[in-house]
């Protein structure tokens, strides 16, 4: 008997509920299940080393339910890594100088096909009593091209990597029983031209439902204010998955933030065929309706009950939205709520250090935060749908939302690609507009762009007719640019946008993407060798940050501009090549610290008094040169002195810098910040001594204990005073007690090639490889096993198990002429257990034929017998880069006190609390 018809000890008996982003209501809950998935690297090109995957006699494309390989419900996974979701195998991946310069020279992908496809399994109980609803099996993102399997059934191919994935599952299941759920994915070909990263980089759902039920993404809420109120209207589709037509009412009722009812439909009836959807519109008012704004974002939720003829609540399915109002005018921007606001906004991939592509929730929430610090109040998601987790951040903390889909086109392709973009985010207040492309070259300045672009837009408008649509064109103006409704200028320099805006008086333009600053954050001298950029005055697209404000600063008529980008990202290290692993075009580095564009930024966006002087004042060897001194600053006036002499008082001009000439000497740079004459602000910058000791900063000092939550931690570098060394390379090395752990470390120079993350390497023996299983309808062929072997050699610190699979029906099992139980079957057993000899171990097997021709086929692709073998994880460690890193800090689970402490030779240590809290 083979090893699965035993339970194993490592199980999964329970799948986790989400307190986020799942709902649980009669005949509907929505169950996170992100944890205890096994993983192991397959292969792009060769079926033997990708455990043997498309080699069965028949193919699951031949037979349904023939999934072999490690696709089969009975494959033995449990050589292979534990991890939790979200994961991105690319992330843990070396740096090859062969590999993609897009991805960031990370050594997947072409040319590495031994690291380009992964594997993840995972167990599902599903109980008995579920029998009679629909189960599907969702993933909100999975990189790339991946093919699902239930039990060993084949249930679909994505090969986008950014389109969520659902799948109805339900007759694949074992009611009552073990069910294996099997994802293969391939991240050989690049989708895009930037880091993707590479397997179940987002969340995975399991969704139960009555069959009678509002469909996939089966709401849409559209709001209007009327004086103090909001009209709402809802359109519901509702499907009927049964076998007999439903007859149903639909009601639904609006919930404010506090829990209380604040609007109600009455009930509509709706009768629906078998394997049918219908679709209703409803209507309700919220008196004294509170908006949906940057600084207030107010959150509705409706909440649509399916009930049958007799009452029963079938489905209860919940939308959460905003009330506001959007407008976009030709000639006077863009208006939210009734008011002018002009876009102030970035461009970002979807990639931050130590994680890779795969962010926690809470990293998502972070990175927005960042955004907003600096008075961004506007995201363009680039160039792929955006994270679900992404487009929530961004409704609870106010920030603007275009969400761009990958690829123009106008065949199913394209279209179903588009409208699940957009049928899965038009409920989002925080999305004014939606993309269609994104610098399609080949198209944009030619007629097929312009009816391309066109089509595109028509289609979305009958999906969405509140939102406009764009289209971001660099180079090639004159196709796309005559038919979009409204123009993304990508980099001012490729046109005369004012005789754009002459030309197309009724087109919307705004400014989808300028320069930045281009920088290594804390870098003033360029190191070509190293890629270490100096502050650019004229970056890589043109311009620069200041330049390009000014520009959509002036003209009322632009909406805004989205500047590239607001974090560095990996890949795409333009103007470099290798060593750099790392684009600069962010406001932030990829870990979010700022350079010093942010706070010309900051001084420009924000009414936040601001006052930045740089550069660092630590130069030996430069003494007597001449330094410039900059200060970005929304003071009236700065005033700047140097080892306490004054170099000048300035008035600072509207969205400019002020600079000084400086003799550099070792010492004290200081600004005053003048406000109507009067001192308001002074900022020091000394120059250091040498290294002292770390300095840990959580950003929040308490977490919710679920497994999921994380705290971004800082570690400086600082001197005897407490200043932090500009120039520090210190190494750290980081140790955690309590219930976290690390999940990865970054420090932003673009040049490193540190690990961002550290775990055990596993791997297994395989016990007997010249074995031949009889193919499954040799069931003459008598079965025996045999397997010599030494004792493994186990690293320190490491682990071994012998996994065993049974080859047939009343099997037997000795090792060394001593019988073994068949309980082993279903375990990982110690080898130190077994007392194996050094040398010349014994392992046997008799057993008859299963009777299950599936079974008997298992057997041919199983091993019967392996040594897993487990090393553990070396010692996190970062060096600091210009004397700051980062550590990001993951809830395990548990309740508790979390000490993360950073250690390094010659300094002294820091440690940082973290609590996870239970919240209930």
Not at 156 to 184: C, H, K, M
Not at 321 to 334: H, S, T
């Amino acid at each position: 008997m083979s090893f699965q018809k035993f339970p194993t000890l490592l199980a999964i008996v329970a799948v986790a509920l989400s307190t986020f982003n799942a709902s649980q209501a009669s005949g509907r809950s929505r169950e996170r299940i992100n944890d205890g998935w096994r993983f192991a690297l397959g292969h792009a090109t060769d079926k033997q080393k990708d455990f043997g995957h498309g080699l069965g006699y028949f193919s699951y494309l031949a037979k349904t339910g023939f999934g072999d390989g490690a696709a089969s419900a009975t494959f033995d996974d449990r050589a292979w890594r534990v991890v939790d979701l979200p994961h991105d195998w690319a992330a843990e991946a070396g740096f090859d100088a062969k590999a993609s310069y897009s991805h960031g020279f990370k050594a997947i992908g072409p040319g590495f096909p031994e690291s380009s496809a992964g594997w993840y399994r995972r167990e599902i109980d599903i109980a008995a009593d579920d029998l009679g609803k629909r189960i599907r099996i969702e993933f909100d993102g999975i990189y790339r091209d991946a093919a699902v399997f239930v039990n060993g059934f084949f249930v679909g191919q994505e090969p986008s990597g950014f389109v969520s994935q659902s799948y109805d599952i339900t007759e694949y299941l074992d009611f009552g029983g073990r069910n294996v759920i099997a994802v293969r994915a391939d991240a050989s070909m690049e989708e895009g031209w930037y880091y993707e990263g590479a397997g179940i980089y987002r969340h995975v759902y399991l969704l139960k439902t009555d069959p009678v039920h509002v469909a996939r993404y089966g709401t849409f809420v559209r709001t209007a204010m009327e004086g103090e109120d909001a009209a709402v209207s809802i359109s519901t589709k509702v499907k009927n998955d049964g076998d007999t037509p439903a007859a149903v009412r639909v009601s639904q009722e609006i919930v404010d933030e506090n829990g209380n009812v604040v609007a109600k439909a009455d009930a509509a009836s709706l009768v629906i065929s078998a394997g049918q959807v219908e679709e209703l519109d409803q209507a309700l008012r919220i008196v004294d309706a509170r908006v949906w704004d940057l600084d207030t974002p107010y959150l509705y939720e409706m909440r649509t009950f399916v009930l049958s003829g007799e009452g029963t609540v079938l489905d209860e399915y919940r939308t959460s939205f905003g009330v506001r109002e959007i407008r976009f005018d030709p000639n006077e921007g863009f208006f939210l709520n009734g008011r002018s606001v002009k876009l102030k906004g970035s461009n970002n991939h979807h990639d931050h250090a130590g994680i890779g592509a795969a962010l926690p929730d809470a990293m998502q929430e972070y990175r927005i935060r960042k955004l907003k610090e600096m008075g961004m109040n506007a995201y363009r998601v680039s160039h792929h749908h955006a994270s679900p987790a992404l487009l929530e951040a961004c409704d609870r903390l106010g920030m603007l939302v275009i969400d761009e889909t990958r690829l123009m086109g106008i065949n199913d392709y394209h279209f179903d690609q588009l409208e699940h973009l957009i049928v899965r985010g038009r409920n989002h207040p925080s999305i004014i507009m939606w993309s269609v492309g994104n610098e399609e070259w080949g198209i944009e300045g030619n007629i097929s762009g312009a009816r391309i672009a066109k089509r595109m837009q028509d289609f979305a408008h009958r999906l969405d007719p509140t939102r406009r649509v764009t289209a971001a064109v660099s180079g090639g103006w004159g196709g796309i640019s005559t038919t979009i409704e409204a123009f993304g200028v990508n980099y001012i320099r490729h046109g005369d946008v004012d005789k754009q805006h002459r030309e197309f008086p009724e087109q919307i333009i705004l400014g989808t993407e300028e320069t930045t600053t281009q920088q290594t954050r804390g870098i003033y001298f360029e190191n070509a060798a190293l890629a270490h950029q100096h502050p650019r005055e004229d970056g890589s697209s043109g311009g620069n940050a200041e330049r390009g404000w000014r520009f959509y600063a002036e003209r009322d008529y632009t909406a805004g501009v989205f500047f590239w980008t607001g974090f560095d990202y990996r890949g795409e290290p333009t103007p470099y090549g290798w060593p750099a692993v790392l684009s600069q075009f962010g406001i932030l580095d990829t870990c979010g610290f700022p350079k010093d564009g942010y706070y010309y930024l900051k001084s420009w966006w924000t009414d936040e008094p601001v006052l930045h002087v740089f550069p660092h004042w630590n130069w030996p060897g430069k003494e007597g040169e001449t330094i410039e001194v900059r200060a970005h600053s929304n003071f009236d006036e700065v005033e700047l002195f140097v080892n306490g002499v004054s170099q000048g008082r300035k008035a600072m001009p509207l969205n400019e810098h002020l600079a000084w000439q400086v003799e550099y000497q070792p010492g004290e740079l200081l600004a005053h910040g003048y406000k109507d004459g009067a001192l308001a602000m002074e900022k020091r910058v000394r120059t250091t001594g040498e290294s002292a000791a770390f300095q840990l900063e959580a950003d929040r000092g308490v977490i919710a204990a679920d497994g999921a939550d994380v705290s971004v931690v800082t570690l400086r570098v600082v001197d005897e005073r407490g200043d932090v060394v500009p120039t520090a390379d210190d190494q750290a090395w980081f140790s955690i007690s309590g219930p976290g752990k690390i999940i990865g470390v970054g420090n932003g120079n673009p040049s490193s090639h540190e690990a961002d993350q550290f775990h055990g390497s596993y791997g297994s023996i395989q016990l007997g490889k010249d074995w031949q299983a009889p193919a499954a309808w040799e069931t003459d062929k008598p079965l025996s096993f045999e397997a010599r072997f030494d004792a493994p050699e186990v690293a320190e610190g490491g682990s071994a198990f012998l996994l065993l699979n049974g080859i047939g029906k009343n099997l037997e099992l000795s090792l060394n002429g001593k019988a073994l139980p068949l309980e082993m079957l279903a375990r990982r057993t110690p080898l130190a257990e077994l007392g194996l000899k050094p040398e010349g171990n014994v392992l046997r097997m008799k057993a008859d034929h299963f009777d299950d021709w599936g079974d008997r086929e298992d057997v041919a692709m199983l091993s019967p017998a392996l040594i897993a073998l487990e090393s553990p994880a070396e010692q996190y460690r970062r060096k600091a880069f210009n004397g700051i890193a980062q550590i990001i800090v993951q809830s395990t689970g548990e309740a508790g006190s979390i000490v993360l402490k950073a250690e390094g030779e010659g300094l002294k240590a820091a440690t940082v609390r973290i609590e996870a809290e239970s919240y209930h």
